[in-house]
T-cell receptor, first 109, second 114 residues
Framework: SQQGEEDPQALSIQEGENATMNCSYK?????LQWYRQNSGRGLVHLIL?????REKHSGRLRVTLDTSKKSSSLLITASRAADTASYFC?????????FGKGTMLLVSP | ETGVTQTPRHLVMGMTNKKSLKCEQH?????MYWYKQSAKKPLELMFV???????ENNSVPSRFSPECPNSSHLFLHLHTLQPEDSALYLC?????????????FGPGTRLTVL
């Protein structure tokens, strides 16, 4: 299975702190994507990192990819209450995406 | 807004009812997807359509019947569902279905089967 596994399952932090979520997978990938989901809503694409890339930034988001360890991390810097959501990694092999169970992030004011 | 709309947003149905979920994308994409999201489970891919042709059916029970009349519209026809089918059903689209592109999701239909 190409399903990614996020760690931790849940994370609770204070506003202003950084949040780090990890994703591990088992097979070769074309790319790895991170999505955010607010409670009961659709998923929103955050960032895509290709297998030949090691790091990408988008605003307060930083994603790293280590293909030798088959892992990725998502760092949200200077978190805000509005960042409260579930975060999913999605593994792209050579067909469609496979999503993990997600990390629930709670940012308290 | 992501450019993908879903109706209805909420649906309650009995096990003997027939209903349909609708998805429309305004992004000019060629691939559309149905996903099922149940509590504490990974997002489950149900069906994939690429250029109106079904390219993937992940062993979904026949009580779920997809229809893709064109690249912009996707339906999920429901009949004789079971209570365990209660979930959030998400539609998504992408430029094509290879997995190389990001997917854009609709807001979902929250389905409750009584």
């Amino acid at each position: 299975s190409q399903q990614g596994e996020e760690d931790p399952q849940a994370l609770s932090i204070q506003e202003g702190e950084n949040a780090t979520m990890n994703c591990s997978y088992k097979t070769s990938i074309n790319n790895l994507q991170w999505y955010r989901q607010n409670s009961g809503r659709g998923l929103v694409h955050l960032i895509l990192i290709r297998s030949n890339e090691r790091e990408k930034h988008s605003g307060r988001l930083r994603v790293t990819l280590d293909t030798s360890k088959k892992s990725s991390s998502l760092l949200i810097t200077a978190s805000r209450a509005a960042d409260t959501a579930s975060y999913f990694c999605a593994i792209a092999g050579y067909s469609t995406l496979t999503f993990g169970k997600g990390t629930m992030l709670l940012v308290s004011p | 807004e992501t450019g993908v709309t879903q109706t209805p947003r909420h649906l309650v149905m009995g096990m003997t009812n027939k209903k349909s979920l609708k998805c429309e994308q305004h992004l000019g994409h060629n691939a559309m997807y149905w996903y099922k999201q149940s509590a504490k489970k990974p997002l489950e891919l149900m069906f994939v359509y690429n250029f109106k042709e079904q390219t993937e059916n992940n062993s979904v029970p026949s009580r779920f019947s997809p229809e893709c009349p064109n690249s912009s519209h996707l339906f999920l026809h429901l009949h004789t569902l079971q209570p365990e089918d209660s979930a959030l059903y998400l539609c998504a689209s992408s430029q094509e279905s290879s997995g190389r592109n990001e997917q854009f999701f609709g807001p979902g239909t929250r389905l409750t089967v009584l």
